[in-house]
């Protein structure tokens, strides 16, 4: 069998120091996969709870700007309407759904338009950075339009 270290039986224990040393790793290596599945069940449930409330924030936020007076607030409203137009199709869609309505090629096209969406929210959140109401003013024509 190998050489073994010192032992720490006494009378009546079978345990021997190498028995011991391997319960000792054992313990700690069942504690350290413990906390790695603890820890990385804890940042999973983070971020999906992030995930759940930013739109929520998102919002509530745009809301809060929408009521300012000037460019600034012209941009938070369309970027309001915009995102409220997009969630009114996609509840649309899931009442025709729901009633087994014939939808035909309306998902496929409100994914196109909520990709579109998209790129004009980025666009105006944008504009939306931008300081200088003339230039905002001069930059916010286009997405106006689009709204």
């Known amino acids: 069998m190998g050489v073994q270290g010192p032992t720490t039986a006494t009378a009546g224990s079978a345990w021997t120091y190498p028995d011991l040393v391997e319960l000792v790793l054992a313990v700690l290596a069942v504690l350290a996969f413990v906390s790695c599945a603890l820890v990385t069940a804890v940042v999973l449930g983070l971020r999906a709870a992030r995930r759940a ?69 980025a666009e105006l959140r944008a504009v939306g950075a931008v300081t200088d109401p003339v230039r905002v003013a001069r930059l916010i024509a286009v997405p106006r339009r689009r709204v």
Request: charged letters at 30%.
């Open 53 to 121: 409330v930013a739109p929520v924030v998102d919002r509530a936020g745009l809301a809060v700007q929408a009521r300012a007076r000037g460019t600034s607030g012209e941009v938070a409203r369309l970027r309001r309407d915009l995102d409220a137009a997009v969630r009114r199709g996609r509840r649309a869609l899931a009442v025709a759904l729901a009633v087994d309505a014939p939808v035909g090629d309306v998902p496929g096209l409100l994914d196109r338009i909520e990709s579109a969406a998209r790129d004009l929210h």
